[in-house]
């Protein structure tokens, strides 16, 4: 008799043939010390250094505003374009705090069960 191409699937079972799902999902974050590690997602450390910086640059261009604001040669200064665009970075980076706190919250709730 031929099998078909997928994969078999193995899952452990306790005495009365329940899977037994919370010691594996335990052991699997245990390290040989028998504590639990949880790896840290880079991406996530990333977004919350953006949004920091996001929020950081914004209120600084605001409390620099004088020199964003004078004479000019003709051309548009790079402080004033900065002054205009600091709302605009500020609003990105609580909107980036904002959905960084969700996606935490729903690791949190997937990890309590």
Same mark, same amino acid.
Request: net charge neutral; with cysteine.
């Given at each position: 008799?031929?099998?078909?191409? $997928?994969?078999? #699937?193995?899952? =452990?079972?306790?005495?009365?043939?329940?899977?037994?799902? =919370?010691?594996?999902?335990? =052991?699997?974050? =245990?390290? $040989?010390?028998?504590? !639990?590690?949880?790896?840290?997602?880079?991406? +996530? !450390?990333?977004?919350?250094?953006?949004?920091? @910086?996001?929020?950081?640059?914004?209120?600084?261009?605001?409390?620099?505003?004088?020199? @964003? +604001?004078?004479?000019?040669? #003709?051309?548009?200064?790079?402080?004033?374009?900065?002054?205009?665009?600091?709302?605009? @970075?500020?609003?990105?980076? +609580?909107?980036? !705090?904002?959905?960084?706190?969700?996606?935490?919250?729903?690791?949190?709730?997937?990890?309590?069960?």
């Amino acid at each position: 008799m031929e099998q078909s191409g $997928s994969a078999v #699937g193995f899952r =452990e079972v306790d005495q009365d043939g329940k899977p037994v799902v =919370e010691r594996v999902q335990s =052991e699997a974050g =245990e390290d $040989s010390t028998g504590t !639990v590690s949880r790896g840290i997602n880079p991406f +996530i !450390v990333v977004l919350w250094l953006m949004a920091a @910086a996001l929020i950081g640059g914004g209120v600084s261009a605001f409390l620099n505003a004088n020199l @964003a +604001i004078g004479p000019s040669s #003709g051309a548009m200064p790079l402080p004033f374009v900065i002054f205009s665009l600091a709302p605009y @970075a500020i609003l990105g980076g +609580i909107i980036a !705090v904002i959905c960084l706190l969700l996606w935490h919250a729903t690791q949190w709730q997937r990890r309590r069960g």
